[in-house]
């Protein structure tokens, strides 16, 4: 069975730092792609970030560097770290697995996590 | 970046109903078109992936259709578990975006 189970969320001040996590099971974590999205209070989703079995990586336009996506594919988890944080950073921030189809190597979230909930406030 | 406009916003339908919801792509994302169901409170699940293909467990009065920059989720016989929140998703090229939602609720 998947299991996708995301920590490091809390209340944080704004400009602080955070590094997400994201402990994945049931599956062979090196052979995919892994990302995160997030959602506001009330909002819609949005896609954050994705890193690829090869360790490339991907980002949103609204990162704007602040964002980091990394994997240690020994311990099967994937990380967020996310600096200078604003109070529009705050979100569920959900982890996702991708299963490639066609010829894209993306493809879809087949699997998500509960999300962790990031507060940003003074 | 590829903008995916969905519509409407939100509908009403009863159980029973057959309703539809639209997505448009900005640009053509050929099949690379998925698409999620989510509820109050929590995460969202996969419906239909590759604009058309039923992914596992996914009852089949659900339905997608669509090609090049015009998309369709389609629910047949609405059941009262139906009434959620949906999202479609290009991921035809980074970075992948979600259209706004529509949300469904009960009439």
């Known amino acids: 069975e998947v299991q996708l189970l995301e920590s490091g969320g809390g209340l944080v001040q704004p400009g602080e730092s955070l590094r997400l996590s994201c402990a994945a099971s049931?599956?062979?974590?090196?052979?995919?792609?892994m990302g995160w999205v997030r959602q506001a209070p009330g909002k819609g989703l949005e896609w954050v970030s994705v890193?690829?079995?090869?360790?490339?990586?991907f980002y949103a336009t609204f990162v704007e560097g602040r964002f980091t996506i990394s994997r240690d594919n020994s311990k099967s988890t994937m990380y967020l770290q996310i600096n200078s944080l604003r109070a529009q950073d705050t979100a569920v921030y959900y982890c996702?697995?991708?299963?490639?189809?066609?010829?894209?190597?993306?493809?879809?979230?087949?699997?998500w996590g509960q999300g962790t909930l990031v507060t940003v406030s003074s | 970046d590829d903008q995916l406009t969905q519509s409407p916003s939100s509908l009403s339908a009863f159980v029973g109903d057959r309703v539809t919801i639209t997505c448009r792509a900005s640009?053509?994302?050929?099949?690379?078109l998925n698409w999620y169901q989510q509820k109050p409170g929590k995460a969202p699940k996969l419906l239909i992936y590759?604009?058309?293909s039923l992914h596992s467990g996914v009852p089949s009065r659900f339905s997608g259709s669509g090609s090049g920059t015009e998309f369709a989720l389609t629910i047949n016989t609405l059941q009262p578990e139906d009434f959620a929140t949906y999202y479609c998703?290009?991921?035809?090229?980074?970075?992948?975006?979600f259209g706004q939602g529509t949300r469904l609720d009960i009439q």
């Open positions: 996702v697995k991708t299963a490639p189809y066609g010829t894209g190597w993306y493809g879809k979230n087949d699997f």
């Open positions: 049931g599956f062979s974590f090196r052979d995919y792609a």
């Open positions: 890193i690829r079995d090869s360790g490339r990586t």
């Open positions: 640009q053509n994302i050929d099949t690379y």
């Open positions: 590759a604009a058309s």
């Open positions: 998703q290009q991921s035809c090229r980074t970075p992948i975006t």
